[in-house]
């Protein structure tokens, strides 16, 4: 994403908001921010707490092009009117939910 644009912002869903969409996360949302922030490509992380969120985002941090995984395909093409969306593919044979399983056999 980076060499697409000069200033990466990444929003990170809280585990309130992960709750209300029904996941739960195995490394709590403070770790995700630490994580995901000390990427080299990654200028700002931001909590996102809510769907809504995300079209006062965009306005807030100047975002041009909103990016999401593919598995979320036209679910944001209403955001167009604020911005380019971009769809990216998911790493194959990668999944959260495969590598929660794969603790659980260890825990």
Not at 19 to 29: A, D, H, L, Q
Not at 69 to 89: A, Q
Request: proline share 3%; glycine share 4%.
């Amino acid at each position: 994403m980076k060499s697409i644009d000069n200033y990466l912002c990444v929003g990170i869903s809280t585990d309130e908001f992960n709750n209300k969409k029904g996941k739960t996360c195995t490394i709590p949302f403070e770790h995700r921010m630490d994580i995901v922030g000390s990427l080299k490509y990654v200028d700002y992380v931001f909590p996102e707490i809510s769907w809504e969120q995300k079209v006062e985002d965009i306005d807030k941090y100047k975002i041009d092009i909103f990016a999401m995984g593919d598995d979320w395909k036209g679910k944001f093409d209403f955001l167009s009117s604020k911005c380019k969306i971009l769809y990216l593919p998911r790493t194959l044979d990668i999944s959260s939910s495969s590598i929660k399983s794969n603790i659980k056999k260890y825990i």
